[in-house]
């Protein structure tokens, strides 16, 4: 089994309202998998349905080889994107009954809260309420308390907001170690440049629909569009572009350089090589910049969006 | 993984632990303890007070009929006019003035007597009054037809029928009372105990819903186990709290007492005062009556059938609240739903005192000790007038298995609540939900 999570066929209406409708997809083990989609979209729902939160009208949900049972819930680790705590709470008492809630003994949870509390340097927070706290600072317990129990999946909802640009580092460097540890992480967010540095797979949801899933690289090579970003010092600057445009698709960009060239992002046909491109280009002056047009996930997000409707 | 255990601990120590909570738990008792104290002051100042009547008694007929007692003096004036009595009083502040004219017949003296006074009299005052007089003009009107007073004393007879099972157990007329009592004491609880922490328990309920940790929570712990987790928390706060209240009124009572030398429990009305007084020598019989009637109860059976009846009423209305702070999304929904829930508590204090005392085996008296909402007060009333085991069991059992059902089924909204996203779930989809 190299998946950790199938969620096959799966559809789920509220009233009138469908949510999800047939809807599948495999997490693998030990990567990190981007859920992504507008607002709205059946994301949420799909994580409650695998937290068991909610049921599924249609469908099936396998972890690790057995379908999803009660006591699986030991076994994923939920920061939810609507999140709090206790106010009246200590911190290191509502930490450790959220731990033993999740089947931690005392001790065990008190062991693991110490290494928590000193990796992330808030040990002096222990005794203090929850309302004292502000609200980045109490994301950080709650993500202690979800990553607590060393749960095989992790599921995290908008897991950075909140967060200041050094804190949301710490956060994502941790879950980039969490899964070199071991675990399997389920990442939904807005945030695409986190998606892009982060995840190995990605599935885009769209009007409860699956629209798009797969390895983010594969992705990618399908979205790109053999499209080059090319910096020339023209020997003719004036024939230069009707050269260009004799031969190729081309559009003016701009980058950033330290010479005063020109600049374009030319497509070559489909089966075209790229040798041959450089080659002519060579012929038309210096080559300064030659590189190829990689879809972002951001592009790839709302192109796919947009064409879906 | 048993979570019940920890969710109880947790809610109780967050109860007991709340600074409003530890508040109210030392300040009531002493609020309680100090209105006592002061009413109890009060009303020894207001005893205290000794109030002089003059008696203008034209028809002479009531001479050294009125008695003094500690309250009330009685000041002869007779030999003025009306006039000038009316003024004496006035003039001496004195509390009133009793005119009993001269009349032809005995009859017209029933019209005739005025009483003048600056404010209207108290009830008590009066009743001590009018009391005299009546006895001695009943007195006066045997005699006139000729009849000795006292031979009509003598011949009077005490009806009591005794009353026996068939069994050879000595009952009487006023156990009838004296059972219904237990019923009506669990109910008064109950209701007090309800009031009290039903609202506690679902503001409890709500908690998570306002701290947005409800999805962390719901992802850890089945709703059920949440919601009884609450329930026997929150009742584990209550317990503690009044217990505190008890001690604390105790120890409080007693050294106010013993400093101040003001009898708390000395607090009396003036109807009870005046039922005192009128109370006839038979009473010492109703006294004794009263110890062979407890003496008949089951009482090992009622002890046993209070305590369990009282815990399943009370886990059932909580349970009710629960229900309650399932369904809704803030505290300011909550405040109509108060009452209506007590409705069928009252419902089964007034077939208890109005069905069950008429017939305790009869149709509706059975029919309510069965019904869960009313069970607790109608079958404790009922038991005492002889209930089979099976039937107090199975009382018993639907009581509890109500309880569970309501938990259960507050469950269910619990969870459809939080995921509903305001939508209105169909029928259909609730019997779904149910099922899962």
């Known amino acids: 089994m190299n998946n950790l999570l199938v969620a096959s066929n799966i559809s789920k209406s509220f009233g009138e309202f469908k949510a999800l409708n047939n809807v599948s997809i495999k997490v693998p083990k030990g990567s990190i998998f981007g859920l992504l989609g507008p607002n709205g979209a059946g994301k949420t729902t799909l994580i409650r349905i695998v937290n068991q939160i909610t049921m599924p009208d249609v469908g099936e949900v396998i972890l690790d080889g057995k379908p999803l049972q009660p006591k699986d819930i030991q076994h994923i680790g939920y920061l939810p994107e609507e999140r709090g705590l206790y106010k009246s709470m200590k911190v290191g008492e509502q930490a450790m009954y959220l731990a033993q809630l999740k089947g931690l003994s005392k001790s065990q949870a008190k062991e693991r809260l110490k290494y928590w509390f000193q990796r992330l340097e808030i040990e002096g927070w222990w005794d203090k309420k929850i309302q004292e706290l502000s609200k980045g600072m109490a994301q950080k317990i709650q993500f202690v308390v979800t990553v607590l129990h060393q749960p095989k999946l992790l599921i995290f909802d908008e897991p950075f907001s909140g967060f200041d640009p050094i804190n949301a580092n710490l956060i994502k460097d941790e879950i980039i170690n969490l899964k070199n540890e071991g675990a399997t992480v389920i990442f939904s967010t807005h945030r695409m440049e986190s998606v892009e540095e982060m995840c190995d797979h990605i599935a885009l949801i769209n009007k409860s629909n699956k629209i798009l899933d797969g390895k983010l690289i594969d992705i990618k090579r399908a979205y790109k569009s053999n499209t080059y970003k090319v910096g020339l010092l023209p020997n003719n600057s004036e024939k230069l572009e009707i050269l260009l445009k004799e031969k190729f698709e081309i559009k003016p960009t701009s980058f950033k350089t330290i010479n005063k060239e020109s600049q374009y992002n030319i497509k070559i046909n489909e089966g075209d090589s790229v040798n041959d491109l450089v080659s002519y280009l060579t012929t038309l002056g210096q080559l300064t910049h030659f590189e190829e047009v990689i879809p972002s996930v951001s592009d790839i997000f709302i192109e796919t969006v947009k064409n879906n409707k | ?436």
């Open chain 2, 1 to 436: 993984m048993n979570h019940l255990p920890l969710i109880i601990k947790r809610e109780y120590l967050n109860k007991v632990r709340n600074k409003s909570f530890i508040i109210m738990t030392f300040l009531s008792p002493i609020i309680m303890v100090g209105i006592f104290t002061l009413v109890a002051y009060l009303s020894q100042l207001n005893n205290d007070t000794v109030n002089t009547i003059n008696v203008l008694d034209e028809s002479e007929m009531f001479t050294n009929q009125f008695e003094n007692t500690k309250t009330l003096l009685y000041k002869n004036v007779n030999g003025i006019s009306l006039e000038k009595a009316k003024k004496l009083t006035q003039e001496k502040e004195i509390y009133g003035l009793l005119y009993i004219p001269k009349t032809n017949t005995i009859d017209d003296l029933s019209e005739a007597i005025t009483f003048y006074s600056e404010e209207s009299p108290s009830i008590t005052i009066m009743g001590a009054i009018e009391n005299t007089i009546e006895n001695k003009v009943n007195v006066l009107k045997l005699e006139n037809a000729g009849i000795n007073a006292q031979q009509i004393e003598d011949l009077k007879i005490k009806i009591d029928t005794k009353l026996e099972t068939f069994d050879g157990e000595k009952t009487s007329k006023l156990g009838s009372g004296l059972k219904l009592a237990f019923g009506g004491v669990a109910g008064y609880l109950l209701f007090m105990f309800i009031i009290i922490y039903g609202n506690m328990i679902m503001r409890s309920v709500i908690e998570e819903k306002t701290s947005r940790i409800i999805e962390v929570i719901i992802s850890s712990v089945k709703p059920k186990k949440l919601l009884l987790g609450k329930i026997f928390g929150t009742t584990l706060a209550g317990i503690t709290q009044f217990l505190v209240w008890i001690v604390l009124m105790l120890v409080l009572s007693t050294a106010i007492s013993s400093i101040f030398g003001i009898d708390t429990s000395a607090v009396s009305t003036p109807q009870q005062e005046m039922i005192t007084q009128n109370i006839d020598p038979s009473s010492q019989q109703m006294i004794t009556d009263v110890f062979l009637e407890l003496n008949n109860l089951p009482i090992a059976n009622l002890m046993v059938m209070f305590v369990f009846f009282f815990v399943g009423g009370y886990l059932l209305y909580a349970s009710l609240y629960a229900a309650i702070g399932a369904a809704v999304d803030s505290e300011t929904d909550t405040q109509q739903f108060m009452l209506p829930i007590l409705m069928p508590l009252i419902l089964g204090m007034y077939v208890g005192f109005f069905t069950v005392i008429e017939n305790p085996h009869g149709t509706v008296s059975q029919v309510f000790s069965y019904i869960p909402l009313t069970s607790p007060v109608v079958m404790l009333m009922r038991i005492p007038f002889g209930v089979p085991l099976w039937q107090q069991l199975l009382s018993l059992a639907i009581l509890f298995a109500t309880f569970m059902a309501t938990v259960w089924f507050a469950a269910k909204i619990y969870r459809v609540g939080i995921l509903m996203y305001g939508k209105k779930p169909s029928y259909k989809e609730i019997i779904k939900w149910l099922k899962y």
